[in-house]
């Protein structure tokens, strides 16, 4: 698909209403804006994830490897979601990106893989330790909050798509695992929930 951007702004947005894919113009609280705003936003912050990885110095270990291929694809798939969305319901055009199942079964599977030389929780996890962990739990909840608007928008309208639905539920999942095993790889410290809080030295 030939994409050219020449233009950046176009001053039809100054009323307060946007257009979907097809033109047709809905205003800018509406859910499906919101949905796909909110899919920008994670994309934002696995933008910010994927430089913090190509930044790293590759010493020949999964961590730099595996997260650009699944950061790169991610990224892509978040693009073709907020496409998805911003489509109105029973629209489709030729070349319209889809999500199937074969995409959630690679979340999994790469969860599954991760997930396997992770040592089992004591308690729960707390965000930071490092830059990879505390970026991921921001994804993470980013991704969390699109769940929300998504089923808002799905109670509201009825049209967005099953497996987006359940994509979203699986990325956060992927996101929660992701967190704790780029720790593991980067040597970053995890943070964990105490209680009772126990006392600190100062």
Not at 24 to 38: I, M, P
Not at 86 to 97: F, L, Q, R, V
Request: hydrophobic letters at 40%; charged letters at 30%; glycine letters at 8%.
């Amino acid at each position: 698909m030939a994409i050219k951007l020449t233009r950046i702004y176009t001053r039809t947005g100054d009323d307060g209403f946007t257009a979907l894919v097809g033109g047709c113009r809905v205003s800018k609280t509406d859910l499906h804006v919101e949905a796909y705003g909110t899919v920008d936003e994670l994309n934002s912050v696995l933008g910010i994830l994927r430089t913090l990885i190509d930044q790293l110095e590759d010493t020949g270990g999964r961590l730099v490897r595996d997260s650009r291929e699944d950061l790169h694809r991610l990224q892509n798939r978040l693009f073709d979601i907020g496409s998805i969305l911003a489509t109105p319901g029973g629209s489709h055009y030729e070349g319209m990106p889809r999500v199937d199942e074969e995409d959630i079964a690679w979340l999994e599977r790469r969860i599954d893989a991760m997930n396997a030389e992770l040592k089992p929780l004591d308690s729960f996890a707390l965000p930071g330790g490092g830059m990879l962990n505390a970026h991921a739990h921001l994804a993470r909840t980013v991704c969390r909050r699109l769940e929300r608007v998504l089923w808002r928008a799905q109670e509201t309208a009825h049209d967005v798509p099953a497996a987006v639905l359940r994509f979203a539920n699986r990325l956060s999942d992927y996101l929660f695992v992701y967190a704790r095993w780029a720790a593991l790889c980067g040597g970053e410290q995890e943070y964990l929930w105490e209680h009772p809080l126990k006392a600190r030295e100062r």
